[in-house]
């Protein structure tokens, strides 16, 4: 049987307001809450609460054989409670259907596995104890910032004994000749893998209102013709999987209603279930849904779902990334040691790996997205503001 896994990536940075020279020392905050409020309110009415309502719609009409997945960081959940309490309570009325699974991941969507180790797993069982405290559920697999991942991020998430599942992204290098519909294990063979389709994932949230696409404009229909085109009837009734990774703005916010996008969402899950060896699993299915033996992947290398090169470049490739993030991490041994919950909390909004993405410098189709994203003028602005940040956090220590 092949099993279509939806996850969808919820998440919104605490972003820096315009901070200068002269705001150091200030004793004002670094977060732009007006920018930060107008941005969640556009958002969940345009995404959050009409897909939450659609993905409810589903479940229901389908009576529990249409499932999803999300992973939502805990800064977007603090949002929802700041900004948009009812769109908390839509997610809430998604786990109580019981097909809906919510993923661990970092509080802050932060690197922190790259400087930090305590500083990883602290943010992970923050994470953790939000998702029970929330929704009821204690996260089963796991999704790093971005879908970053490499070998030692399993041997992290499998000490702490909670997770059995690690979701990333697909990547043609590692794969080589394999396919991503396959359930594979860690290289230590702890874990499982789940790895994005990344061309189908990509059709849907980049491609979908796209009129100079080929293959312009997709239908569920189309989409449901070439499901049925991959080799997963070839291979002797083992259960694969079809991992459909994306951002949930996809819906409504990237890909505006107006193109379309929530008519194909109601109409695929008819498409899918129509067809015999089709149906719909979470992610943390594949542990008891893989009946082969699962061949062990290797990631020496970080990989990611960002920009074309998919590894960390996206965060890590120019100086001011480099800078930024190294000084942020020598200053957060030193908050952490004064023991400030303040300062902390503060320091722990600043590892959120968005500040690193604006400051971004590349160029035609990865530099145009990093763009879109950002609320600032150019990479050095956003570079700017950070370490007028930090310069004042250094201050307060």
């Known amino acids: 049987m092949l099993n ?8 919104q940075p605490y972003r820096l307001r315009h901070l200068n020279v002269m705001d150091i020392g200030s004793d004002e905050s670094y977060f732009d809450e007006r920018l930060n409020r107008e941005v969640m309110r556009k958002v969940a009415d345009k995404c959050y609460l009409p897909t939450n309502k659609l993905m409810l719609k589903l479940i229901k009409k389908y009576e529990g054989k249409f499932k999803i997945a999300y992973s939502i960081s805990g800064i977007t959940i603090d949002q929802f409670k700041q900004y948009y309490p009812e769109v908390l309570e839509s997610f809430k009325e998604l786990a109580a259907t019981g097909c809906v699974e919510f993923l661990g991941e970092t509080y802050y969507h932060s690197l922190s596995f790259l400087y ?4 990883f797993l602290a943010q992970v069982e923050k994470h953790t104890n939000l998702m029970i405290q929330e929704f009821g559920q204690k996260p089963t697999t796991f999704r790093n910032t971005e879908l970053i991942y490499q070998d030692r991020v399993s041997d992290l998430v499998f000490d702490t004994g909670q997770f ?9 290098r590692v794969l080589k000749w394999r396919t991503p519909l396959f359930a594979y294990k860690n290289y230590s063979r702890t874990m499982n893998l789940l790895l994005k389709s990344y061309q189908l994932s990509d059709d849907i949230a980049f491609r979908f209102s796209d009129k100079n696409w080929s293959q312009y ?6 989409f449901i013709k070439w ?19 994306m951002d949930y703005e996809t819906f409504g916010e990237h890909q505006w209603a107006e193109t379309g996008i929530f008519d194909f969402m109601e109409k ?6 129509k067809h015999q060896g089709l149906g719909f699993a979470n992610p943390k299915d594949a542990n008891k849904l893989a009946n082969y033996q699962q061949e062990p992947l290797a990631f020496p290398q970080a990989v990611s779902w960002a920009d074309e090169e998919r590894d960390l470049s996206a965060w890590l490739e120019n100086d001011m990334q480099n800078n930024a993030i190294e000084t942020l991490y020598e200053l957060f041994e030193r908050v952490l040691a004064k023991g400030d919950p303040e300062l902390i909390e503060i320091t722990r909004k600043l590892t959120t790996s968005d500040h690193f993405y604006y400051m971004c410098t590349k160029y035609f189709n990865d530099g145009d997205v990093h763009k879109y994203f950002s609320p600032y003028d150019s990479p050095d602005q956003a570079y700017i503001y950070f370490i007028n940040a930090l310069a004042d956090l250094e201050e307060r220590l």
């Open 227 to 245: 499901i049925d085109q991959l080799t997963w009837k070839n291979d002797d009734n083992k259960n694969q999987f079809l991992n459909l990774f």
């Open 4 to 11: 279509v896994v939806f996850y969808f990536q919820v998440h």
């Open 217 to 222: 404009p997709l239908t569920s229909e189309k």
């Open 164 to 172: 059995n599942t690690i979701i990333t992204e697909g990547v043609r």
């Open 268 to 273: 695929l899950p008819e498409e899918v279930l």
């Open 116 to 119: 930090n180790k305590d500083e």
